[in-house]
């Protein structure tokens, strides 16, 4: 038995109060190495996963989970059906116990598009695996080789397709600023990713991380990342279109971990990175909507005006340190400008002059 690890118990929260016990497995089994991928600097664990730890992490993140939850365990990080094949048995009948006695919903897991077959997947659904998340990052050609991903765009529509057909749930993680990417190629890519119709989708802006091929190309001046202005306009972009094609997307952004942040000590040598980085993205979409219905109404020049949104969307209406209500006051040449609550609205917007 290893020595016991000290491990951050906070359950990761999603949409729909669902709550994720994250294992990760950095890099294990990943057949090559993508030009932007250190996992074990973006999961924060450096230390390889055992199956006997497995218990620990779970039990000690179940300890802080309300009984009633949705509880899922995932199994993140690296390819995990590109490992062998007995340590991914190994793996899910620690996990797997837990589904039978009900005190977690379901396993899932993350993958390679190239790492998918029939006889793995009948194995995956034996041991409780409903959901499986595809890492796709690209379906353009150019951008995939660039990123050295080592498949091509069918691969992924032929894995999403074994997936859906044997009744998994299907994900997709893409991400935008890789090597050979542009705004067209990423709407390109969303459009294509909704034609496999997965029910929810990941977007990952690309930062460079220390210790990376993608780093050393970047040091060079062979890669410009995105600037973070140029980031969110994208991703507001593409949660648009997907939210528009009822396909949720529940992550834009890494999440921000001890190594992953704004910090110049940090593991991020460059690339859009923020703490907050979907609700700018999502304050994008709600500033357009705002935008939208004044020129609408005609409201431009009005000495005051009332926005009414949903409690929770308040915050994205103002837009953080209220940069969306000075972008409005300059660009209308509107002096006061009011946000209130209104319980008929979630994340929509009404304005009248005041």
Same mark, same amino acid.
């Given at each position: 038995?290893?020595?016991?690890?000290?491990?951050?118990?906070?359950?990761v929260a999603m949409k729909d109060e669902c709550r994720i016990i994250p294992i990760f497995v950095p890099h294990k089994g990943c057949p090559n190495d993508c030009i932007f991928c250190n996992q074990k600097k973006i999961s924060g664990q450096?230390?390889?996963?055992?199956?006997?730890?497995?218990?620990?992490?779970?039990?000690?993140?179940?300890?802080?989970?309300?009984?009633?939850?949705?509880?899922?365990?995932?199994?993140?990080?690296?390819?995990?059906?590109?490992?062998?094949?007995?340590?991914?048995?190994?793996?899910?009948?620690?996990?797997?116990?837990?589904?039978?006695?009900?005190?977690?919903?379901?396993?899932?897991?993350?993958?390679?598009?190239?790492?998918?077959?029939?006889?793995?997947?009948?194995?995956?659904?034996?041991?409780?695996?409903?959901?499986?998340?595809?890492g796709v990052q690209s379906m353009d050609e150019e951008v995939l080789s660039a990123s050295c991903r080592g498949h091509d765009a069918a691969c992924v529509y032929s894995a999403a397709s074994l997936i859906k057909n044997m009744g998994f749930k299907l994900g997709m993680q893409t991400m935008t600023g890789l090597p050979g990417d542009t705004r067209d190629?990423?709407?390109?890519?969303?459009?294509?990713?909704?034609?496999?119709?997965?029910?929810?989708?990941?977007?990952?802006?690309?930062?460079?991380?220390?210790?990376?091929?993608?780093?050393?190309?970047?040091?060079?001046?062979?890669?410009?990342?995105?600037?973070?202005?140029?980031?969110?306009?994208?991703?507001?972009?593409?949660?648009?279109?997907?939210?528009?094609?009822?396909?949720?997307?529940?992550?834009?952004?890494?999440?921000?971990?001890?190594?992953?942040?704004?910090?110049?000590?940090?593991?991020?040598?460059?690339?859009?990175?923020?703490?907050?980085?979907?609700?700018?993205?999502?304050?994008?979409?709600?500033?357009? /909507?705002?935008?939208? &219905? =004044?020129?609408?109404?005609?409201?431009?020049?009005?000495?005051? %005006?009332?926005?009414?949104?949903? !409690? *929770?969307?308040?915050?994205?209406?103002?837009?953080?340190?209220?940069?969306?209500?000075?972008?409005? /006051?300059?660009?209308? &040449? =509107?002096?006061?400008?009011?946000?209130?609550?209104?319980?008929? %609205?979630?994340?929509?917007?009404? !304005? *009248?002059?005041?």
């Open positions: 038995m290893p020595p016991r690890r000290r491990w951050k118990i906070a359950g450096l230390q390889e996963m055992t199956a006997e730890e497995i218990p620990q992490i779970i039990e000690a993140h179940l300890s802080t989970m309300k009984q009633d939850s949705h509880i899922e365990i995932a199994f993140y990080g690296g390819s995990f059906t590109a490992i062998d094949k007995s340590m991914q048995e190994s793996f899910l009948k620690e996990a797997s116990p837990y589904l039978t006695k009900n005190r977690v919903a379901q396993i899932r897991l993350s993958t390679r598009p190239d790492c998918i077959d029939q006889d793995n997947l009948q194995m995956l659904w034996k041991y409780g695996v409903r959901t499986i998340e595809l190629k990423s709407l390109t890519t969303a459009r294509k990713v909704i034609s496999m119709a997965p029910e929810i989708v990941r977007i990952y802006p690309v930062l460079v991380i220390k210790g990376t091929e993608l780093e050393r190309q970047y040091i060079k001046g062979n890669y410009l990342p995105q600037r973070l202005e140029e980031a969110v306009e994208l991703c507001a972009e593409l949660l648009k279109l997907y939210e528009s094609n009822n396909i949720k997307v529940i992550r834009i952004g890494l999440q921000a971990t001890a190594n992953i942040n704004e910090d110049s000590q940090s593991d991020v040598a460059a690339g859009p990175v923020h703490p907050a980085f979907r609700q700018l993205v999502e304050s994008r979409l709600m500033l357009e /909507k705002v935008e939208t &219905a =004044i020129e609408r109404q005609g409201l431009a020049g009005s000495p005051r %005006l009332v926005i009414y949104t949903g !409690v *929770s969307n308040i915050s994205n209406v103002v837009g953080q340190n209220k940069s969306n209500i000075e972008i409005l /006051k300059r660009k209308y &040449a =509107i002096r006061d400008i009011k946000v209130s609550p209104c319980q008929q %609205l979630s994340k929509e917007v009404t !304005v *009248s002059a005041m």
